[in-house]
Protein backbone atom coordinates (compact mmCIF):
# COMPACT_ATOMS: atom_id res chain seq x y z
CA UNK A 1 0.00 0.00 0.00
CA UNK A 2 1.11 4.01 -0.10
CA UNK A 3 2.08 5.13 3.28
CA UNK A 4 1.95 9.04 3.00
CA UNK A 5 3.74 11.37 5.68
CA UNK A 6 3.28 14.85 6.10
CA UNK A 7 5.91 18.01 7.12
CA UNK A 8 6.11 21.48 7.35
CA UNK A 9 3.19 22.68 9.49
CA UNK A 10 3.23 25.26 12.07
CA UNK A 11 2.20 28.58 12.95
CA UNK A 12 2.17 31.17 10.82
CA UNK A 13 1.43 35.27 11.02
CA UNK A 14 -1.26 36.73 8.48
CA UNK A 15 0.02 37.12 5.20
CA UNK A 16 2.81 34.80 5.39
CA UNK A 17 3.75 31.79 3.78
CA UNK A 18 4.18 28.25 4.52
CA UNK A 19 5.10 24.88 2.27
CA UNK A 20 3.95 21.92 3.43
CA UNK A 21 5.18 18.91 1.63
CA UNK A 22 3.98 15.26 1.41
CA UNK A 23 6.38 12.30 1.25
CA UNK A 24 5.19 8.66 -0.28
CA UNK A 25 6.72 5.44 -0.20
CA UNK A 26 4.91 1.98 -0.93
CA UNK A 27 3.04 1.53 -4.52
CA UNK A 28 3.34 4.85 -5.73
CA UNK A 29 2.95 3.92 -9.56
CA UNK A 30 -0.87 3.76 -8.02
CA UNK A 31 -1.35 7.26 -6.60
CA UNK A 32 -2.28 8.65 -9.78
CA UNK A 33 -3.72 11.32 -7.91
CA UNK A 34 -2.52 13.43 -4.74
CA UNK A 35 -4.40 15.56 -3.00
CA UNK A 36 -4.16 18.01 0.20
CA UNK A 37 -7.17 18.61 2.20
CA UNK A 38 -7.85 19.94 5.56
CA UNK A 39 -10.42 19.95 8.61
CA UNK A 40 -11.32 23.02 11.04
CA UNK A 41 -12.35 22.66 14.25
CA UNK A 42 -16.06 21.69 13.75
CA UNK A 43 -16.01 21.45 10.21
CA UNK A 44 -16.11 19.18 7.85
CA UNK A 45 -12.96 17.73 5.87
CA UNK A 46 -13.19 19.64 2.38
CA UNK A 47 -10.92 19.62 -0.41
CA UNK A 48 -8.20 22.05 -0.85
CA UNK A 49 -6.07 21.08 -4.09
CA UNK A 50 -5.63 17.98 -6.23
CA UNK A 51 -3.48 17.34 -8.84
CA UNK A 52 -2.99 13.91 -11.25
CA UNK A 53 0.49 11.86 -12.27
CA UNK A 54 1.57 14.16 -15.23
CA UNK A 55 0.47 17.42 -13.54
CA UNK A 56 -1.63 17.66 -16.34
CA UNK A 57 -4.46 18.43 -14.04
CA UNK A 58 -4.88 20.40 -10.92
CA UNK A 59 -8.22 21.70 -8.70
CA UNK A 60 -8.48 24.27 -6.51
CA UNK A 61 -11.47 24.91 -4.04
CA UNK A 62 -12.08 28.79 -4.42
CA UNK A 63 -11.32 29.76 -1.05
CA UNK A 64 -7.60 29.08 -1.73
CA UNK A 65 -7.70 29.68 -6.14
CA UNK A 66 -4.61 32.99 -6.63
CA UNK A 67 -2.62 31.72 -2.63
CA UNK A 68 -2.07 28.06 -2.61
CA UNK A 69 -0.16 25.96 -5.38
CA UNK A 70 -0.10 21.91 -5.69
CA UNK A 71 2.92 20.22 -7.30
CA UNK A 72 4.58 17.16 -7.41
CA UNK A 73 8.11 15.63 -8.36
CA UNK A 74 7.70 12.13 -8.81
CA UNK A 75 11.13 11.27 -9.00
CA UNK A 76 11.22 12.46 -5.55
CA UNK A 77 7.77 10.57 -4.60
CA UNK A 78 6.50 13.99 -3.23
CA UNK A 79 4.03 16.51 -2.95
CA UNK A 80 3.88 20.28 -2.18
CA UNK A 81 1.26 22.83 -0.97
CA UNK A 82 2.47 25.95 -1.46
CA UNK A 83 0.27 28.30 0.97
CA UNK A 84 0.54 32.34 0.41
CA UNK A 85 -1.05 35.37 1.33
CA UNK A 86 -2.42 32.68 4.46
CA UNK A 87 -5.53 33.86 6.12
CA UNK A 88 -7.07 33.16 9.88
CA UNK A 89 -9.57 30.85 8.29
CA UNK A 90 -6.88 28.94 6.84
CA UNK A 91 -6.47 27.47 10.09
CA UNK A 92 -7.10 23.41 10.33
CA UNK A 93 -5.32 19.69 9.93
CA UNK A 94 -3.79 19.29 6.50
CA UNK A 95 -3.59 16.06 5.48
CA UNK A 96 -2.01 14.33 2.60
CA UNK A 97 -3.91 11.78 0.60
CA UNK A 98 -3.38 9.71 -2.57
CA UNK A 99 -6.15 7.93 -5.22
CA UNK A 100 -5.75 5.38 -7.86
CA UNK A 101 -8.12 7.73 -10.24
CA UNK A 102 -8.97 11.07 -10.62
CA UNK A 103 -11.11 12.55 -8.52
CA UNK A 104 -11.55 16.08 -6.62
CA UNK A 105 -13.32 14.85 -3.36
CA UNK A 106 -12.13 13.24 -0.26
CA UNK A 107 -14.43 10.21 -0.30
CA UNK A 108 -12.66 8.74 -3.73
CA UNK A 109 -9.00 9.05 -2.24
CA UNK A 110 -7.69 5.90 -0.26
CA UNK A 111 -4.54 6.70 1.65
CA UNK A 112 -4.30 9.14 4.04
CA UNK A 113 -1.59 10.71 6.23
CA UNK A 114 -1.38 11.70 9.61
CA UNK A 115 -2.02 15.15 9.19
CA UNK A 116 -0.02 18.60 10.15
CA UNK A 117 -1.05 21.53 11.73
CA UNK A 118 -1.56 24.45 10.60
CA UNK A 119 -2.13 27.97 12.37
CA UNK A 120 -2.74 31.28 11.66
CA UNK A 121 -3.10 34.40 13.80
CA UNK A 122 -3.80 37.44 12.86
Known amino acids: QVQLVESGGGPVQAGGSLRLSCAAS????????MGWFRQAPGKERESVATINWSNSLTYYADSVKGRFTISRDNAKNTVYLQMNSLKPEDTAVYYCAASSRWATHAGAYNYWGQGTQVTVSS
Open 26 to 33: GRTFNSYA
